[in-house]
């Protein structure tokens, strides 16, 4: 792309200003801009300028999840049937490490953070852990691919090499990454980082499978004969993996997805709850449950939506190929964005200074025509880190690790 190409694709979307400095740069910087420009799918910028859209939701109705009783009495039964999958080898596990962790505030990826106290413990030491009891329990070594953005990639996977990928097999662990979007101040135009780079962000979790396919691994997926694919979340450091009993709930009830939910803790907890949306399963935000249906009863007469997801699901393989090219909706989300002021010196800011654009993984659920939501107890499975201090924090987590006899 030249430098008059670069311009028009920009201005069709009010975004010249990205080539301010161009005459400043040097000929490789000159470069590196165009293809960014090139690479870079700006009509997201379009959907803030004309303002902020909510997709409006369809009708919500109750989708009951397998509790905890169900699951205690049916155990055997589901882990013989997830053992039996996982040691044919049809199981594997994504790891969502794309995002910018920019609540918890280190510039290195999430991950990486030390949670330990007299030892160190790293947030993916705990995730590999949690994994290797189920290689151990089924003497079988499972896929894990790892998501990362341009953002974080080569930190991590310097990190994992140099970890010894916390005794994980190495042959067994596949990084990708995933795309990057570009971010906005609130009028939607976009922030430069540099005099010659526009300032981007990962573009959410929802486009892993397409990133998966753009990096050929499903190739990897369908040579090893996976059928199933466990994504979780990088913060969650309490998660069960390719947990058996749940593969073989979702398989015995031939369900497209399963989610992992926990028992909401109130009626206003911030967590989204499972629900159908129109008859198919879905997720309602907290933010968009009306206090009608907080206080909606199910026929047992107990709170209809009551069961929040934790970021935690086995995907059918087969499904996912076929909903991988419908579209997703797009979130805008406020977040710090550091930028170049108008004398060109770097900004961090210390609160939301703009949009990133996202696709969510949640979006997918309703893309899909049946989902079994697995109740989980939530202090065994559920200690995320998003914040610092406070509430789903480094210190709620360090409390839940020491209950269950992690030691830190
Ligand atoms: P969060 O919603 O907590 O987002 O991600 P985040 O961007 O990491 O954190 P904040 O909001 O800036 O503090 C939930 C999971 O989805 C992954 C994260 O790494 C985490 O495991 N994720 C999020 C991605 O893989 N890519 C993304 O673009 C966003």
Partial sequence: MNYNEALEKLSKCGQEHALKYYDELSDSEKLELLAQIEATDFSVTLTCQNGKE???????????????????????????????????????????????????GSDNPKGMYNIGITKDVYIFERIISNLLDVVRETSTWIHLFIMTSDKNHEATTKFFDEKNYFGYNKEYITFFMQEM??????????????????ATSPNGNGGWFISMAKWGVLDIIKKAGIEWLNIFAVD??????????????????????????????????????????????????YYELTDELMDAKDANGDPAYNFGVILNYLFRVADLEEIMNKNMPLHIVEKKIPYIDENA????????????????????????????????VRNREFAPIK??????????????LKENGVEL
């Fill in 387 to 400: 914040n610092k201090t406070g509430v789903d924090s480094v210190e709620t987590a360090r409390e839940l």
């Fill in 236 to 285: 969650n450091v309490l998660q069960r993996i390719a947990d058996p009993v749940f593969v073989g709930a979702t398989i015995i009830n031939n369900a497209a997805v399963g989610s992992k939910v926990v028992r909401k803790a109130a009626r206003d907890e911030k967590v989204g709850v499972m629900c159908l949306e129109d008859g198919r399963p879905s997720i309602v935000e």
């Fill in 54 to 104: 909510e997709s409006k939701k369809g009708e919500i109705s109750p989708l009951a999840a397998m509790q905890l009783d169900e699951i205690e009495s049916r155990r055997d039964e589901f882990k013989t049937a997830g053992v039996e999958a996982i040691k044919a080898g049809k199981v594997g596990a994504v790891l969502l490490a794309g995002g910018m962790g920019t609540r918890l």
């Fill in 345 to 376: 010196n770097l900004v961090k800011p210390e609160s939301p200074n703009g949009y990133k654009f996202e696709t969510l993984v949640l979006d997918m659920i309703h893309l899909l025509d049946s989902c079994l939501p697995f109740e989980v």
């Fill in 181 to 198: 979007a570009p971010a906005t101040d609130y009028n939607g135009k976009v922030y430069m980082e540099e005099k010659g780079k526009i």
